[in-house]
C-alpha cells in the first residue's frame, strides 16, 4: 500500500521568513513519482513539480527548492523569503507507474503572515 | 484555452436528488479521473478512466456512476444525494503511463453543497 504523510497541518511565518514542508511516503515500488501541488485559497490545485524515484537530484525554481532523499524517503519543499501570496495548501502526492492515480498527502496550510 | 474545464463551479441540491458533474479536456490524455476533497481538504481518488474503460474504483458508493461518452470527457453521476456527499469534486487528466512530461491536470474543482 502506499501512503504519503505531511506531519505538519499548519505552518505560520513572518514574511521573507525560509520554510520547509516536510513530506515522508511509503511505497514497495521500485518506480514511482512525487509531486507537490499549491492549492491557494481560491481552490485550484497548481501543479508545481515531479521527480521520478531515479532521479534525486535536488531541484531549485526561483524561491522554491526541493529536497528528495530515497534514503529517507522523503520529497521536502522549501520556500525562501516567504511572501503573503505563498500563503496556500501544500500537497505532496505519490504516483505508481501506470493509470492508479495520485495518493495525497494531507496537506499543510501555510500561513504567512505581513 | 481551459485544459481541463468541468461544470457547473458551484451546485447546491436537496438529499434524494440526482445530479451530474461534467468534465472535459482538450490535452489529448488518455486517462481522466475523478479526486474528492473532504471539509478536512483531503483529497482522495474516486475514479479513473483510460480509453473510456474504469481502470479504479474505490470504495465509493455504487450511487456514484462515472460515465465516459469520448476520451475527451468523464462525467460523473450521482444518484440519491445525501448530506456525506458534500465535497469539492476535482476532475483531472494525465498520458497514459504517466511520462516524465506529463503531470496530472485538474480543473478548477466543483463545490457539492446538498442541505
Known amino acids: 500500500a502506499q501512503k504519503v504523510t505531511q506531519a505538519q497541518t499548519e505552518i505560520s511565518v513572518v514574511e521573507k521568513e525560509d520554510v520547509t514542508l516536510d513530506c515522508v511516503y511509503e511505497?514497495?515500488?521500485?518506480?514511482?513519482?512525487l509531486f507537490w501541488y499549491k492549492q491557494p485559497p481560491s481552490g485550484e490545485l497548481v501543479f508545481l513539480i515531479r521527480?521520478?524515484?531515479?532521479?534525486?537530484q535536488n531541484e531549485i525554481s526561483g524561491r522554491y527548492s526541493w529536497n528528495f532523499q530515497k534514503s529517507t524517503s522523503s520529497f521536502n519543499f522549501t520556500i525562501t523569503a516567504s511572501q503573503v501570496v505563498d500563503s496556500a495548501v501544500y500537497f505532496c502526492?505519490?504516483?505508481?507507474?501506470?493509470?492508479?492515480?495520485?495518493?495525497f498527502g494531507k496537506g499543510t496550510h501555510l500561513i504567512i503572515q505581513p | 484555452d481551459t485544459a481541463v474545464s468541468q461544470t457547473p463551479k458551484y451546485l447546491v441540491t436537496q438529499m434524494g436528488n440526482d445530479k451530474s458533474i461534467k468534465c472535459e479536456q482538450n490535452?489529448?490524455?488518455?486517462?481522466m479521473y475523478w479526486y474528492k476533497q473532504d471539509s478536512k481538504k483531503f483529497l482522495k481518488i474516486m475514479f479513473s478512466y483510460n480509453n473510456k474503460e474504469l481502470i479504479i474504483n474505490e470504495t465509493v458508493p455504487n450511487r456514484f456512476s462515472p460515465k465516459s461518452p469520448d476520451k475527451a470527457h468523464l462525467n460523473l453521476h450521482i444518484n440519491s444525494l445525501e448530506l456525506g456527499d458534500s465535497a469539492v469534486y476535482f476532475c483531472?487528466?494525465?498520458?497514459?503511463?504517466?511520462?516524465?512530461?506529463?503531470?496530472?491536470?485538474f480543473g478548477n474543482g466543483t463545490r457539492l453543497t446538498v442541505t
Open positions: 521527480r521520478n524515484s531515479f532521479d534525486e
Open positions: 490535452l489529448g490524455h488518455d486517462t
Open positions: 502526492a505519490l504516483l505508481r507507474g501506470g493509470a492508479d492515480g495520485l495518493t
Open positions: 483531472a487528466s494525465s498520458q497514459e503511463g504517466v511520462s516524465y512530461n506529463s503531470p496530472l491536470h
Open positions: 511505497t514497495r515500488d521500485t518506480t514511482y513519482y
